[in-house]
């Protein structure tokens, strides 16, 4: 899910795929979701920080298929954030697919720097984000296919807002996420991004990448409501801080070279409020992000 959304969520402000410690997260869940954190961040760091080449970095990734393969076959794992792990995948049967699934998308930012099409980014969404989503079901019991399907929508509508974020801090790194068949539909090079300039052609461009992130967002929503609790809570505030940096990606006609996109206490007020209001009523209809009316579902 997207980082600075659950940058906000969390104490510990590292890896924000999904809330780690939020106070509004049930008490018995917040161990495994620590354990599941720790993973995560750890193996993201090998694909991110440092200077190790790149043959370093997955051959971290591979000890740790090493460590999940070795758990399934029942043995012990002499490692701290396995250790952790461990009982937590017994006793919420947590599927070793969707940990291997997270640390395929880790090798692959290790190897992969630009994306040709949608499709592929979409299929990087489904290793890198979708997991997250899954895994937070299986904690909460649930099963239900309708609402696996909310959550992937919800996951890589949020991985893709963060990529619209972090397209200087991408570049920065020689990553870019961003289709490169629709940006040479718009005539953006990488030249461009490089010099953060945001004319004419690149507010079309973004406008078209804010409204399908959106409108994705839009259709996992309903996974809001149909969550009870705490855990429903959380994840209304989730999807509403998601419409809320839509909405300043917006208003900036996509320049986040000059402002990266945050959540400020304004922005708090009106999510808390409205992940409250939202279960006890009918949700109002949605509007589109370039509409600019209020009441629209990128969080006006």
């Given at each position: ?6 940058r906000n ?91 291997h699934d ?61 990529f619209l ?136």
């Amino acid at each position: 899910m997207n980082k600075e959304i659950q940058r906000n969520l969390m104490n510990t402000g590292h890896y924000e795929n999904f809330p780690v410690g939020s106070i509004f997260m049930p008490a018995r869940l917040r161990a495994p979701i620590r354990a599941i954190y720790a993973f995560a961040r750890t193996a993201d760091d090998f694909a991110d920080e440092g200077d190790d080449a790149a043959e370093i970095r997955l051959g971290k990734l591979a000890a740790y298929h090493a460590y999940l393969h070795a758990l399934e076959r029942g043995e012990v794992v002499d490692h701290p954030i396995f250790k952790a792990l461990a009982p937590h995948i017994r006793q919420f049967d947590l599927p070793y697919s969707l940990f291997h699934d997270l640390l395929s998308a880790f090798e692959q930012d290790c190897t992969k720097t630009r994306y040709a099409h949608f499709g592929e980014v979409m299929d990087y969404c489904k290793r890198s984000a979708n997991p997250i989503g899954r895994l937070l079901l299986k904690l909460y019991g649930d099963d239900d296919a309708k609402h696996q399907a909310w959550s992937d929508g919800i996951c890589s509508a949020l991985q893709l807002i963060n990529f619209l974020q972090d397209v200087a801090i991408d570049w920065q790194k020689n990553r870019i996420y961003l289709p490169q068949d629709e940006m040479a539909k718009f005539g953006i090079s990488e030249r461009q991004i490089a010099e953060g300039r945001t004319d004419a052609l690149w507010q079309q461009f973004m406008k078209g990448q804010i409204e399908r992130a959106r409108r994705m967002l839009q259709a996992g929503a309903p996974l809001g409501r149909a969550l009870h609790g705490r855990i429903g809570f959380e994840m209304r505030l989730i999807i509403l801080g998601g419409e809320r940096i839509l909405l300043q990606l917006h208003e900036s006609r996509g320049d986040m070279f000059q402002q990266r996109p945050k959540l400020g206490w304004k922005d708090w007020l009106n999510m808390l409020w409205r992940a409250t209001y939202t279960r006890k009523s009918r949700p109002r209809a949605a509007t589109s992000c370039a509409s600019g009316k209020s009441g629209g579902s990128c969080g006006h």
